[in-house]
């Protein structure tokens, strides 16, 4: 499966659990609670699975303008609005259970002046070693915002 099927069935899946289609999630539409999901999984796609300001306005029928935009408010709109909380944490839930697949996909290393994927330049031995020094790395992050 390839790391643009992989990000797809997260989409359909988020969709899904938060009741809309991939069609209303990627339509104009301007409703208030279509752009809370939007919103949520934008600031997910980019800060967890770590697309591209482009590449997840690609996603979402959206300008990196509108994604730079969602990034910043959805923090402030979590903090205010309860619903929005539930919203994030169960895109963070689905996150967690996905990524294996969405993160170590994404991780774009540069090679030789060429991007190129992770899951194309190490073995699943070394794909196992990442993942465990990326939670590790998670843990000690959340160390360090406890001590601040």
Do not use: W
């Amino acid at each position: 499966m390839t790391k643009d099927e992989h990000l797809e069935i997260f989409i359909e899946e988020y969709c899904k659990r938060v009741d809309i289609t991939v069609h209303q999630l990627r339509s104009k539409n301007r409703r208030r609670d279509l752009v809370e999901k939007r919103m949520v999984l934008a600031d997910i796609l980019r800060n967890k699975v770590g697309l591209t300001l482009s590449d997840v306005g690609c996603q979402l029928s959206r300008d990196h303008a509108t994604i730079i935009h969602y990034v910043k408010i959805t923090e402030r709109f979590i903090d205010v609005y309860p619903h929005v909380r539930k919203l994030y944490d169960l895109c963070l839930e689905l996150y967690n259970n996905n990524k294996e697949y969405l993160f170590l996909s994404y991780i774009l290393p540069k090679t030789s002046g060429k991007t190129r994927f992770i899951n194309n330049l190490y073995t699943e031995g070394e794909q196992k070693l990442i993942k465990i020094l990326l939670e590790k790395n998670n843990n000690l992050k959340k160390t360090i915002i406890k001590l601040e």
